[in-house]
């Protein structure tokens, strides 16, 4: 299990103590990354690294002994687990606020971060700069979305997941709910009596539009926003 970092030297205890740094817990699975992240947080003012974990379980432990104000979580995505392990980490301590770290640049996956209780989404691929950003952004209260991202999209999303179906053609609406129910590209073109090519294209340009880059992605988003349902 790894081990919480502790600052060395009565100096940098008592100047912590006075000037009440932003106490955070880093997540990452692989120990090297831990440092690095660690190390990038240590060259930052105000803020320090309290402990470090593997995993949410031993996440879950650190929060109760150390009581951290931020978890920074480094995580892989897509994956469903990691959003349950977030909303789970945001149920159990909600004065925690987790910003995601990944190599993920997508706003469907932001989304998704934000609803299950993220405080704030930043990429791997960000300046240190950004990382001190997010950090006091979201120590402040704030919530905080990484520059490679669209923030004023990604708000709208949250505030109503439906909200850019108004901004789709009726046609690109058909085709979005025909993908999503499983029909294949020349079954949606005999349908809609179009060619393969058109509905190649109104697929193209709903990933761009929704910044969804594969058909799974695709029928995700329309399930979530209800225009298809599982039992139908």
């Known amino acids: ?116 209780g993220a405080a704030g989404y930043i990429s791997k691929n960000a300046a240190s700069a950004e990382l001190e950003k997010a950090i006091k952004s979201v120590a402040r209260g704030e919530n905080y979305l990484g520059s490679e991202l669209s923030q004023q999209a990604v708000l709208k999303y949250l505030k109503d997941p439906r909200a850019i179906l108004s901004e789709l053609t009726a046609r690109q609406r058909e085709v979005l709910k025909m993908v999503a129910e499983g029909l294949a590209t020349k079954e949606i073109a005999k349908r809609l009596n179009i060619s393969v090519k058109t509905v190649e294209t109104h697929r193209a340009q709903l990933m761009e539009r929704l910044d969804i880059h594969d058909v799974v992605g695709l029928v995700r988003y329309a399930l979530r926003i209800g225009l298809v349902r599982l039992d139908e």
């Open 1 to 116: 299990m790894p081990k919480p970092y502790r600052s060395s030297g009565a100096g940098r205890v008592k100047e912590a103590q006075a000037s009440k740094p932003i106490r955070v817990l880093v997540e990452a699975q692989h120990a090297l990354v831990r440092a690095g992240i660690r190390a990038l947080i240590e060259q930052i003012p105000e803020v320090q690294v309290v402990a470090e974990a593997a995993e949410g379980p031993q996440s879950f432990q650190l929060i109760k002994d150390y009581h951290p104000d931020i978890l920074l979580l480094d995580v892989i995505l897509p994956s469903v687990t990691a959003f349950e392990s977030l909303q789970e980490m945001v149920e159990k301590f909600p004065k925690v606020r987790v910003i995601v770290l990944t190599l993920q640049e997508n706003q469907e996956y932001a989304i998704q971060a934000f609803r299950a």
